[in-house]
Each structure stands twice: as structure tokens, then as C-alpha cells.
């Protein structure tokens, strides 16, 4: 195809967005709103991942060494625990630091401790972090074959809620997306196939004259194409401001968040390349390939 | 050069549209297609263009072999033909100069030749002045000019006129026929389909009645 012949067909098809302004706004809004509403279901499945992965940040698994565990052994310990699968940090505890860490959680009971004396009457210990808290049982049971432990406390029911939670949010964002994405590819078909549809007899002419489906197609290719982008830009740029505003006003009282152990949400900025690339590819693309599948039943002239 | 070898056409309907027509027609040829609604005057032009292949027999337009034509030629065999139809077919959204040019630019062609073969045709059929009016801005018969100037820039073989007049005062239907009279009279065949009696025994010439399907009468009047 010539140059001119491409240059042409380009400017047909921006020139069609004009000429048929309100099918073109239709599509527009159609794919915009489309775009916005999985946006958002993203956002909000992105969100409920972040504040279950804070909760399961705080979840430890504590190891209690026995008394006559000798240094070298505690050493050997701290190595192999550091060489174990599932298992993101190790941090050994002594019993000093234990038994600091005690009185000052219990800072109007000084007179209990003075019974007690200086000398600790905590054990030594290792504060461990998995990695996979579905994995925790296989971890455990790898840590109690160590030498030299006196008890292992790990929030295994705490862990088995997490993971039911986790696996069902997966599931219901999945079905929540992919639902969303079908209701709007079959609107968006719907709303292409109105907007082809007035030309028709445009395109039976085109085919009379001796045109190739691809002369057809191109300009249609075009037009979808420039209106997914902008779409998609348009898009980008209203999740960017409705997420803000909504995430300031979610978080004017931070009580309620601060006791379900949420620090925050996701920031727009973190991820806003990264949704607007998205955005911008899924409305070109969706503009793009619907328009020309619309066009198909026509071409048959 | 158009050929046809017992053709039938049979509708999956079960509408027998055309039956074991048989019919040539040389090149530089002028040709009046005529027969009442239905008799199968446009299952013939479907099948000249090839928007419908035939049930049986052989057909060959302008060195087509359309029984063995793909469907990846078939833009190929119609930048052979020009197309002048009742209701004009012309995009309202597009200018005189612009409907013309479409054709040539649908084929690639280069822009400088588009250019200068444009403004010639559109000067043939007389609208130079109207070069950029919309289609909507003109008259019946400019509109149907317009259409022939479309039908011509391509310099095709053959030009089929599907009731050209139909939708055109008296006046201007002679002027039209008169054009098409030049363009056979340059060399194009042309094969006009109409249901104006008076208009055919007017201009006289090779004419083509169908009725039911079959062809009844091939003769010059």
C-alpha cells in the first residue's frame, strides 16, 4: 500500500469519528465506562490483597529454646533456620531482651518485677516470618526436628482463616473481573456494531466499486483504535482523580482502618503507570479489533 | 466481453431466478436489459459482479472466469465494471470530487494520477462547476452524473446501469442515456437495465427481455 494511501485512510478514519460524532461519542463513553468499572474492580481486588498481606506480615512464629542450649548450638540453629524453604527472616531473641521487652509492655508492675530480680526468667528465642502462610504446617514440622527447642508457638488458626480468606477473595475478583469484562465487550460489540451498522451502505458501496476489505477495514481500524486510546487516557486520568479523592475520604478517620490493623491503601501514583498502559492497550485494543469485527458482516457484498 | 452459458440461478428459497440463460456480449457493445419486477434482471447484475455465484452454468466478464474466481479477486473483476445504480449510491459525506476519487484511491493509486484524471471525468459528464458539492446540495440528474463520473474514472470495460433513469424526470433520463451513448461510443461497453419501454424504443439498439427468468427476446429494435 502507498504511503499516500495509508496517510489517507488515517485521516478517513479520524475524519469518520466527526462525521459520525454521536455513534463515535457512544462507543466513547461505552468504553470508557467499561474501562473504568474493571479499573476499579482491580483497584479494589489490589487493595483487599494489601491489607490481607499486612495481616499475614504480622503473624510470627516464635521459637522457645531450651536452657541448656550452649551458644554455638544456638549459632547452628540460627543457620539452619535461615536455610530453611518459606522462611523470609530470623531473628534470634535473648532472653535479656525478652525479659526487656516484657517489663515494658508491663510498665505500671515494677513491683512484681523487683520479686523477680535481674536476672531473666524468659528463655532464649528465634522470631521467624514465613514466606507462604499456606505452607506454615510443612514449615513447622521441618522446625521441630531441630535440637534444642522447648515450644514453637505459631498462629495456625489464625493462618487457616487467612488462607481460606485469601483464596476466596481470589476467586470472587476473578469471577467479579471476568464478569465485568464480558458484560462490556458484549456492549461495546453492541454499540460497534450500531456505529457500522448506519454505514453500511457506505461500505456496500465501497465493496461495488472494487475496494478490498482491507481499504474498508482500515479507516474502521483507526477510528476504534484513536477512540480506545483516548478512552483509555481519559480513563486513566479519572480513576487517578476519583481514587484520590475517594482514599481521602475513606481515610478522614483513621480509627476504624487502625483497628482492622489497615495502615492505608494503595497509593494511585505507585501503580499509575502501570494501570494507564493497561487502560490505553485494552481500549486500543478493544476499540480497535471490535470495530473491524463489526465491520465483517457487511464485507459479504 | 460478457458470457453466458446455460445459467441458472436457484435461490435457497427454492426461487428459480434465472433458467439455462444463455447470452454474449461483445466488447463496445450498447445493451438495454428489460422485463418486469422479478423477472431477473438484478439476480443477472449479482451475478456479472459476482455477489452471487451461479446454481449451474458457466460465466465469464471482462477475462474473468467467475465459476473459478476466489473471493480474494473478486475487488479485482469489479475495478473492471463501473456501477451506475437507481439511487445513485453516492456517500453524502463525501464531495463530487471526493466520490469520484474514492474509486482510485480504493486501488492504490498514486495521488498524482488521481489529481489529474478526477477534474477530466467530472468535466465529462459536466459538473466542473460542482466539483466540491455534496451530493445532497444537487439535483436528481447532477447526482446521477456524479454516479456515471464515478462508474467512468476508472476506465472500466464494461459499465452496467441498473434503471439509471428510475428515479429521474424525462429531461434529464434522455441526457443520461445520451451520456452513456458517449462513454459506449469511446469504447465501453455498456449494459442498461430498465423497465422504460419508451425510453428503449427512443434509442433503439440490442435489447435483452427477460421474463421468468429466461431470456424471450434478443434483438436490435
Not at chain 1, 494511501?5 to 488515517?10: F, G, K, V
Not at chain 1, 523487683?114 to 528463655?123: A, E, K, N, T, V
Not at chain 1, 481515610?251 to 495502615?263: E, K, R
Not at chain 2, 465501453?188 to 419508451?198: A, D, N, S, Y
Amino acid at each position: 500500500m502507498r504511503l499516500s494511501s495509508i496517510a489517507y485512510l488515517t485521516g478517513q478514519g479520524m475524519k469518520n469519528i466527526w462525521t459520525n460524532r454521536i455513534m463515535s461519542l457512544a462507543s466513547f463513553c461505552i468504553l470508557t465506562v467499561s474501562l473504568l468499572l474493571v479499573g476499579f474492580a482491580v483497584l479494589f481486588t489490589d487493595n483487599i490483597n494489601l491489607f490481607v498481606g499486612n495481616i499475614e506480615n504480622k503473624n510470627e512464629v516464635i521459637i522457645f529454646l531450651n536452657d541448656d542450649v550452649s551458644e554455638e548450638e544456638i549459632a547452628l540453629m540460627g543457620d539452619k533456620l535461615s536455610a530453611m524453604h518459606n522462611i523470609s527472616s530470623v531473628t534470634f531473641f535473648s532472653k535479656e531482651q525478652a525479659f526487656e521487652e516484657m517489663k515494658a509492655g508491663m510498665e505500671n508492675a515494677e513491683e512484681l518485677f523487683d520479686y523477680i530480680g535481674d536476672d531473666s526468667p524468659l528463655p532464649d528465642s528465634y522470631r521467624l516470618k514465613v514466606t507462604d502462610i499456606s505452607k506454615m504446617s510443612s514449615t513447622l514440622m521441618s522446625i521441630n526436628e531441630l535440637e534444642g527447642i522447648y515450644r514453637v508457638k505459631a498462629p495456625t488458626d489464625f493462618v487457616s482463616v487467612l488462607t481460606g480468606l485469601r483464596s476466596l477473595i481470589y476467586i470472587v475478583s476473578i469471577v467479579l473481573i471476568t464478569a465485568l469484562v464480558i458484560v462490556c465487550m458484549v456492549i461495546i460489540s453492541n454499540t460497534t456494531r450500531a456505529s457500522v451498522d448506519i454505514r453500511k451502505r457506505e461500505i456496500a458501496i465501497m465493496k461495488y466499486v472494487g475496494a478490498t476489505n482491507t481499504f474498508i477495514k482500515v479507516p474502521f481500524f483507526i477510528e476504534g483504535l484513536f477512540m480506545g486510546v483516548f478512552a483509555g487516557i481519559v480513563s486513566t486520568v479519572v480513576t487517578w482523580l476519583g481514587y484520590d479523592a475517594l482514599v481521602d475520604v475513606l481515610m478522614s478517620d483513621t480509627t476504624f482502618w487502625t483497628a482492622l490493623g489497615i495502615n492505608g491503601f494503595i497509593s494511585f501514583e505507585s501503580v499509575a503507570l502501570k494501570m494507564a498502559i493497561c487502560y490505553v492497550v485494552a481500549g486500543a485494543a478493544v476499540g480497535s479489533v471490535g470495530t473491524v469485527i463489526s465491520t465483517r458482516k457487511y464485507l459479504k457484498v | 466481453m460478457v458470457e453466458l452459458r446455460n445459467v441458472s440461478v436457484k435461490y435457497p428459497s427454492g426461487v428459480e431466478a434465472l433458467r439455462d440463460v444463455s447470452l454474449t456480449i461483445n466488447d463496445r457493445d450498447f445493451v438495454f436489459v428489460v422485463g418486469e419486477s422479478g423477472a431477473g434482471k438484478s439476480t443477472l447484475i449479482k451475478l456479472l459482479i459476482r455477489e452471487i455465484a451461479p446454481t449451474e452454468g458457466k460465466i465469464k466478464v471482462n477475462g474473468y472466469n467467475l465459476n473459478k474466481l476466489k473471493q480474494k479477486e473478486i475487488p479485482d473483476l469489479r475495478r473492471t465494471i463501473g456501477f451506475v445504480f437507481q439511487d445513485f449510491k453516492l456517500i453524502n459525506s463525501m464531495n463530487v470530487y471526493d466520490n469520484v476519487a474514492f474509486v482510485l484511491r480504493s486501488i492504490d493509486a498514486p495521488t498524482k494520477y488521481i489529481r489529474k484524471r478526477v477534474p477530466y471525468v467530472i468535466g465529462l459528464v459536466g459538473l466542473k462547476d460542482k466539483m466540491y458539492a455534496y451530493p445532497n446540495e444537487m439535483s436528481g440528474g447532477e447526482q446521477q452524473r456524479v454516479a456515471l463520473a464515478r462508474a467512468l474514472v476508472n476506465d472500466p470495460k464494461l459499465i452496467i446501469a441498473d434503471e439509471p433513469t428510475g428515479n429521474l424526470d424525462p429531461k434529464t433520463s434522455i441526457e443520461i442515456i445520451q451520456l452513456l451513448q458517449g462513454i459506449n461510443d469511446c469504447g465501453t461497453t455498456v449494459l442498461m437495465v430498465t423497465h422504460e419501454h419508451e425510453l428503449v424504443k427512443r434509442f433503439g439498439g440490442r435489447t435483452i427481455l427477460i421474463s421468468d427468468g429466461r431470456i424471450i427476446l434478443d434483438k436490435e429494435i
